[in-house]
């Protein structure tokens, strides 16, 4: 394994989620600079209904120019926030549920290379009716799936969100 040592961090933009660093690093003895994207962090989660189902919210995705099929998700209100308190609000403002039981499933980086941004992935279980209630900026279509049939749509290419496919394929392993 090289030598690696970070020498400066230069903020070279912040934005309303993220900020982007340019970071000298010398490595093995040669100076280059390497972006870094830092991110507070979010919290996903697989809601499963009663009959085995998967809430699923559909949505415009601006990075993408289109609309994507994910499990609910949104980032940390702050760095104290925990990821099952993000995720149970995120849970409630997107799907209009809440969840009796929450429990971990797994952890994921969404990018390593570049960024630290960690997102948990959570299974709710036992959900109760409430109220959807989106951001302002939001526009999602509430939709329920088989396992069997989110697991065609990742493997068709058709879900490529990273911490959908994640958190449904740990689901399937897990819990089928």
């Not at 409630?92 to 960024?115: C, D, P, Q, V």
Request: hydrophobic content about 35%.
């Amino acid at each position: 394994m090289g030598e690696f040592k970070r020498l400066n961090r230069t903020l070279s933009y912040q934005g309303k989620i993220l900020k982007v660093y340019t970071d000298q690093v010398e490595v093995n003895g040669r100076e280059s600079n390497w972006d870094y994207i830092h991110h507070n962090g979010g919290a996903a989660v697989v809601p499963v209904t009663e009959e085995g189902k998967i809430l699923m919210v559909k949505q415009y995705r601006n990075a993408l120019d289109r609309f994507t099929l994910e499990i609910p998700a949104g980032a940390l209100d702050s760095v104290q926030e925990s990821g099952m308190e993000c995720v149970a609000r995120e849970l409630e403002e997107e799907t209009g549920y809440i969840a009796k039981s929450i429990e971990w499933l797994i952890n994921t980086n969404s990018w390593a290379a570049f960024t630290n941004e960690k997102v948990e992935i959570f299974v709710a279980r036992d959900l109760v009716p409430s109220k959807q209630n989106f951001d302002e900026e939001e526009s999602i279509e509430l939709q329920t799936y088989t396992l069997d049939k989110l697991k065609e749509k990742i493997f068709s290419g058709e879900i490529t969100d990273s911490k959908t496919v994640a958190g449904i394929l740990a689901y399937a392993v897990k819990y089928e």
